[in-house]
Structures are given as structure tokens and as C-alpha cells.
Nanobody, 123 residues
């Protein structure tokens, strides 16, 4: 069982930056691939980024490629999402998720989810 808690969300102006953190419980965090997803008001939840258990493989949605960076510190049981050059369309609730196999882009492939953290980008 893995419990995930996101933090770091907030209100930021367009062009600004935020770093989201996701802290995981459990001693097997290093064996889990991690992902970030987001859900904007009135929209479906969508994939943002994913990282393998080792950090050696990462995936990004086209909409965030070059602006967002996913990383992890297994010693701290934490995964991060560094978000730069934020746009109003990045406004959403951001969720982290974990799965015990390789990094993946599809929501149904993830077993554990956090409660989410709100990111609001003003224009």
C-alpha cells in the first residue's frame, strides 16, 4: 500500500514557476514508477508526466514538454514536478500517482493516487 500527499500548489502569474512535491509512504517507493496528472474545471483528467523507478526514463505530455520537469529522490520518498513558464491553461488540480511497473501515460495503469493540489495561473 502506498499513500501519496501532494503539496506546492498555489496561485502564480503567467510566466512564473512552481514546484510540486509528492511525498509517498512506505519503504518500497523506489520500486514504483510515478506519474503526474491534472484535471481542469469541466475537463477530463489528463496525463502530464511520468518517471520510472530509477529516474532514468521520463515521459511528458506535448503540452508541457520543455516547460515541466519530473524528478524523484528515492531517499526522500518524493517525486517532484518543476513547472516553468506557466500558462493560464495549466490551471488545474494536479495529482500524483504510483504504479509498481514501468512508467506509463494512462490513468488506469496507476494503482495509487493522491488527493491533489490546486494550481492556478493568472493571466
Amino acid at each position: 500500500q502506498v499513500q501519496l500527499v501532494e503539496s506546492g500548489g498555489g496561485l502564480v502569474q503567467a510566466g512564473g514557476s512552481l514546484r510540486l512535491s509528492c511525498a509517498a509512504s512506505g519503504r518500497t517507493f523506489s520500486s514504483y514508477a510515478m506519474g503526474w496528472f491534472r484535471q481542469a474545471p469541466g475537463k477530463e483528467r489528463e496525463f502530464v508526466a511520468a518517471i520510472s523507478w530509477s529516474g532514468g526514463t521520463t515521459y511528458y505530455a506535448d503540452s508541457v514538454k520543455g516547460r515541466f520537469t519530473i524528478s524523484r529522490e528515492n531517499a526522500k520518498n518524493t517525486v517532484y514536478l518543476q513547472m516553468n513558464s506557466l500558462k493560464p491553461e495549466d490551471t488545474a488540480v494536479y495529482y500524483c500517482a504510483a504504479r509498481s511497473l514501468s512508467a506509463a501515460r494512462l490513468q488506469y495503469e496507476y494503482d495509487y493516487w493522491g488527493q491533489g493540489t490546486q494550481v492556478t495561473v493568472s493571466s
